[in-house]
């Protein structure tokens, strides 16, 4: 009777509509990898990167499980050393990169130890959500919300997110830089900063977007950008998003063969193990594709499907919580993943630039899969330690 009676507490501190998902979504991503690199006349030895894949989820889900056993005094105690490690780990950038993969990719974002390429900004983003949540918890607890202490709470985000944001400009790394922006996006929504703040900033954030459209699609504004230090892979990205098939065998054959790709597939797909249009890091940036061509548009909603689900059972775990600390942790985490989707599928199918962000769980990258499930880790300890939650 007592070991039923412990199993059943057990299994109702495990939210195993968290975890359902994250599985399917692995393991759709190792399906789709296997036909990526099998299909890469490029890659000689499939089942290396393959086994890589599965030795990261099983680290992750290690780290999941270590992480379920953190209340939130041990994470509290322990944000601001995962916060100056993860800037350190970064710092290191500057002079350990991986020079071959800088000169590939125009990005100085990895560092290879014993053959395992890490990239310290995707860990980072766990940190930084952390000590989002960790400043603005010990702030509104110390002060209330007026005009005054809410610009100081900002004040205070800025700082946080200001060194992450030096270093990725270091590291040419625009579109990570955009989750961080995404995720104190959402932390800033929801830290209680009163709406004649909120309304004003959003208001900026609009005038801004408008700016940098113009700046993009205009001869003098790409003057201006380029004085100002953006490359011209960058810029010819956006030329590629605005018309994919204006040099679609040169400077846009990925975004172009990403639209074929997926097209091609049509409802219900070509069948597994099918790659008969050519799509540049199609293992990674451009994995998606493989879901489209393999599975067509009802494996593509599936997958999409199975985000909103993870997604919707995360924004549970952050309404029910009492703790105000695992809340913003929650919302940052949710913001993430979100981004993440957003920004990699809309890429794929033309809705939005490429950016470089992978899909997670799915693309193949070890840092990026660690880091996500960190963050999932994170959010089942909410509900496994039982510490104020309802």
């Not at 004649?196 to 900033?201: E, Q, S, Y």
């Not at 393999?294 to 995360?314: A, D, H, P, Q, V």
Request: hydrophobic share 50%; glycine share 8%; net charge neutral.
């Amino acid at each position: 009777m007592n070991k039923t009676k412990t199993r059943y507490n057990l299994d109702n501190r495990i939210d195993y509509g968290i975890i359902l998902p994250v599985m399917v979504l692995s393991l759709m991503g190792l399906a789709a990898l296997f036909v990526a690199l099998n299909h890469n006349p490029m890659i000689d030895d499939l089942w290396t990167p393959m086994l890589k894949q599965v030795l990261w989820i099983l680290i992750g889900v290690a780290a999941v499980v270590v992480l379920m056993q953190f209340d939130s005094k041990t994470l509290w105690k322990m944000t601001p050393i995962f916060y100056a490690f993860g800037l350190a780990l970064m710092t290191s950038l500057i002079w350990f990169h991986d020079k071959a993969l800088a000169v590939m990719t125009g990005s100085k974002n990895w560092i290879n130890i014993a053959g395992l390429t890490i990239q310290p900004s995707e860990l980072m983003k766990i940190a930084f959500i952390l000590m989002l949540a960790y400043v603005v918890t010990q702030h509104n607890s110390e002060h209330e919300h007026t005009i005054k202490n809410d610009f100081i709470l900002i004040g205070k985000l800025v700082l946080t997110i200001l060194p992450v944001g030096i270093l990725l400009k270091f590291q040419q790394d625009f579109g990570t830089m955009l989750v961080y922006v995404a995720i104190l996006g959402g932390v800033f929504l929801m830290s209680g900063i009163t709406w004649r703040i909120v309304l004003p900033v959003i208001g900026i954030f609009l005038v801004l977007a408008a700016i940098t459209i113009y700046l993009v699609t205009t001869d003098s504004g790409r003057d201006f950008l380029y004085a100002a230090g953006v490359k011209q892979y960058q810029l010819l990205r956006i030329d590629s998003w605005l018309d994919p098939f204006h040099d679609s065998s040169g400077k846009s054959f990925q975004q172009a063969q990403a639209l074929v790709a997926i097209g091609s597939g049509g409802l219900l797909g070509k069948g597994f193990n099918v790659s008969e249009v050519d799509v540049p890091v199609r293992e990674s940036d451009m994995i998606f594709t493989v879901i489209g061509e393999n599975f067509g548009f009802i494996g593509g909603c599936l997958m999409i499907l199975m985000y909103f689900f993870l997604i919707y059972r995360m924004i549970r775990v952050c309404f029910d919580t009492n703790n105000e600390f695992y809340a913003y942790i929650a919302t940052g985490t949710i913001m993430m993943i979100l981004f993440h989707v957003f920004e990699n599928i809309g890429a794929n199918i033309g809705l939005l630039p490429l950016t470089g962000i992978p899909l997670p769980f799915v693309s193949q990258g070890g840092s990026s899969l660690l880091g996500n499930l960190i963050g999932v880790g994170i959010i089942l300890s909410m509900k496994f330690q039982k510490q104020d939650y309802k």
